[in-house]
């Protein structure tokens, strides 16, 4: 199964500022890799998929970027209710994964 | 408008089973696969698998297979999760997710074991 590995664990950031998150894939995972956003007591959020289309109501603050291993969640301008746990998932191949989370935390 | 509604927290205990269901509506149900997700306390979302709803062929991620059961009854939109021999480590939060990139969830349904 393709594994897939976030960085940082935790970004500690002020609103305003840019936050960039990773996905890494063990193996390429194509185009195939969704971004999804999870707060407190919530279900998780699809924010991109096809790894840099944006999902239905998500501000364009929010992009995604990447293909093959390497996959990049770039938030522009951090509002306050942007701070929350981001997951990617590929799903190029069978199981769909996840990663392990990023948090992104105010500082 | 797209929706997907769990049945609501269960506590069992170590050895009973339990059933949760995720009915959806607002788009036709036959189109898109239902996934599983499970969510442990405290922890990051783990994959369980799918089921193609048109077929009703399940699929299920390492770690989830024997005593995980995905069904369906296309006649009310609904798709269920069994679980078998309940543990403590089985205490989660489960979700159901539509389609190819889980674009829609439902609210997540709490399973406590304990005795």
């Known amino acids: 199964e393709i594994v897939l590995t976030q960085s940082p664990g935790t970004l500690t950031l002020s609103p305003g500022e840019r936050a960039t998150l990773s996905c890494r894939a063990s193996?390429?995972?194509?185009?195939?890799l969704a971004w999804y956003q999870q707060k407190p007591g919530q279900a998780p959020r699809l924010l991109i998929y096809?790894?840099?289309a944006r999902a239905t109501g998500i501000p364009d603050r929010f992009s995604g970027s990447g293909s093959g291993t390497d996959f990049t969640l770039t938030i522009s301008r951090l509002e306050p209710e942007d701070f929350a746990v981001f997951y990617c998932?590929?799903?190029?191949?069978?199981?769909?994964?996840f990663g392990q989370g990023t948090k992104v935390e105010i500082k | 408008q797209v929706q997907l509604v769990q049945s609501g927290s269960e506590l069992k205990k170590p050895g009973a089973s339990v059933k949760i269901s995720c009915k959806a509506s607002?788009?036709?149900?036959?189109?898109?696969?239902i996934n599983w997700v499970r969510q442990a306390p405290g922890q990051g979302l783990e994959y369980m698998g799918w089921?193609?709803?048109?077929?009703?062929?399940?699929t299920y991620a390492q770690g989830f297979t024997g005593r995980f059961v995905f069904s369906l009854d296309t006649s009310v939109s609904t798709a269920y999760l069994q679980i078998s021999s309940l543990k403590a480590e089985d205490t989660a939060v489960y979700y159901c997710?539509?389609?190819?990139?889980?674009?829609?969830w439902g609210q997540g349904t709490l399973v406590t074991v304990s005795s």
């Open positions: 997710a539509r389609g190819t990139f889980l674009d829609y």
């Open positions: 607002g788009y036709t149900f036959t189109g898109y696969s």
């Open positions: 089921i193609n709803t048109n077929t009703g062929n399940p």
């Open positions: 193996q390429s995972v194509d185009n195939y």
């Open positions: 096809y790894a840099s």
């Open positions: 998932q590929q799903y190029d191949s069978s199981p769909k994964t």
